[in-house]
Antibody, heavy 116, light 108 residues
Framework: EVHLLQSGGGSVRPGGSLRLSCAAS????????MSWVRQAPGKGLEWVSA????????YYADSVKGRFTISRDNSENTLYLQMNSLRVEDTAVYYC?????????WGQGTLVTVSS | EIVLTQSPGILSLSPGERATLSCRTS???????LVWYQQKPGQAPRLLIY???SRATGIPDRFSGSGSGTDFTLTISRLEPEDFAVYYC?????????FGQGTKLEIK
């Protein structure tokens, strides 16, 4: 059974940084692309970033390009999202998901709050 | 950017009834690249349909997807109490993956 366990997140002031983690189990992590999707409070879904299994290709939404970095450690079966220069509008629940184009399986989500 | 417009915004039905949810795209999307999710309050989305019409693993056969071009439909043949949730469509036919704004399916 696929399991994606997220950690990180929390509250930060505008301009600050956070790193999210997503520990994967139940599948061959290195063989699968992974993604991050976010959902602002009471709003819809927004695809944030994705990376292939070997990290040879990455994708970023324009809204986070240059500020967020997706990475993965296949030896630790873990996906990361480094978020720098955070803005109030980055406040959302962030989900990791298995897949590059759509989410086959999802983590439980972690709340990131950016506020002064 | 391909814009996805879902209708209706809110659908009020009773258990046992048939639900029909619409997703229209601003540009033609290859059917393979259209998916549907279900999201319940406080939970992550769950993949229901991929390739416009293929059910994901473990999804009951009362859920079905159809459509092509710019018009896609999610149908729930007979609503069960656990089906009341928000439903999103999503496309990845362009490099920018986009979601619809969602349809809330509520108990009448």
């Amino acid at each position: 059974e696929v399991h994606l366990l997220q950690s990180g997140g929390g509250s930060v002031r505008p301009g600050g940084s956070l790193r999210l983690s997503c520990a994967a189990s139940g599948f061959t992590f290195s063989s699968y692309a992974m993604s991050w999707v976010r959902q602002a409070p009471g709003k819809g879904l927004e695809w944030v970033s994705a990376t292939t299994g070997s990290s040879t290709a990455t994708y970023y939404a324009d809204s986070v390009k240059g500020r967020f970095t997706i990475s993965r450690d296949n030896s630790e079966n873990t996906l990361y999202l480094q978020m720098n220069s955070l803005r109030v509008e980055d406040t959302a629940v962030y989900y990791c998901a298995k897949g590059y184009n759509y989410g086959e399986d999802w983590g439980q989500g972690t709340l990131v709050t950016v506020s002064s | 950017e391909i814009v996805l417009t879902q209708s209706p915004g809110i659908l009020s039905l009773s258990p046992g009834e048939r639900a029909t949810l619409s997703c229209r795209t601003s540009q033609t999307v290859t059917s393979t690249y259209l998916v549907w999710y279900q999201q319940k309050p406080g939970q992550a989305p769950r993949l229901l349909i991929y390739g416009a019409s293929s059910r994901a693993t473990g999804i009951p056969d009362r859920f079905s997807g159809s459509g092509s071009g710019t018009d896609f439909t999610l149908t729930i043949s007979r609503l069960e109490p656990e089906d009341f949730a928000v439903y999103y469509c999503q496309q990845y036919g362009s490099s920018l993956r986009t979601f619809g704004q969602g349809t809330k399916l509520e108990i009448k």
